[in-house]
């Protein structure tokens, strides 16, 4: 119940603001990370790596390092998706594909080892800009991404079903 009034409370958001979306660029690149950034210190499990490990993924999204944000992703995905096949998926969807600029608007800890982030991304062609929820989970090699994000990237959505 609670995830349905969140997903409500977003469309409803989104909806109100979608008229008056400021332009984005790739020469505006300004990430707006502080619902994250403010996660440092609240629990034992959640510190410097996991705010590091989120901005450092992005960026090697925004970068098109297809084969880092492979390496960043769950073992589970890793298990389902075979590097080849990602490679040419992102390649593919990627040729024209920006990410401009991503918002973090908010961040929530689950368990002893998951961290929720919903995530605004403004992404090219088309000056696209969307709202997702994004999962983060703690694996015995640090963090590692269930779910990227972006809209116009194929691979960049679940592909497991959530555990």
């Known amino acids: ?12 958001c989104f909806v109100f603001t979608g008229c008056s979306r400021p332009e984005q660029t790739a020469e505006k690149w300004s990430p707006d990370t502080k619902r994250i950034d403010s996660l440092m210190g609240q629990s034992g499990i959640v510190g410097q790596d996991i705010v ?17 944000t492979y390496e960043a992703r769950t073992a589970e995905f890793r298990r389902s998706v075979s590097l080849d096949l990602y490679l040419r998926s992102m390649q593919r ?3 024209k594909w920006k990410l401009l600029n991503y918002k973090i608007m908010a961040a929530d800890i689950y368990g002893e080892g998951k961290v929720r982030l919903v995530i605004e991304f403004y992404e090219a062609p088309g000056n696209h800009r969307g709202v997702s929820v994004v999962w983060w989970k703690k694996e015995q090699n640090g963090w590692k991404c269930e779910e990227a994000g972006p809209f116009l990237l194929n691979l960049a959505k679940r592909v497991t079903p959530p555990e």
């Open 1 to 12: 119940m609670r995830s349905v009034i969140i997903h409500c409370c977003l469309a409803i």
């Open 52 to 68: 590091t490990v989120v901005h450092e993924f992005y960026e090697a999204l925004r970068a098109k390092e297809w084969t880092r």
């Open 93 to 95: 969807d990627g040729e």
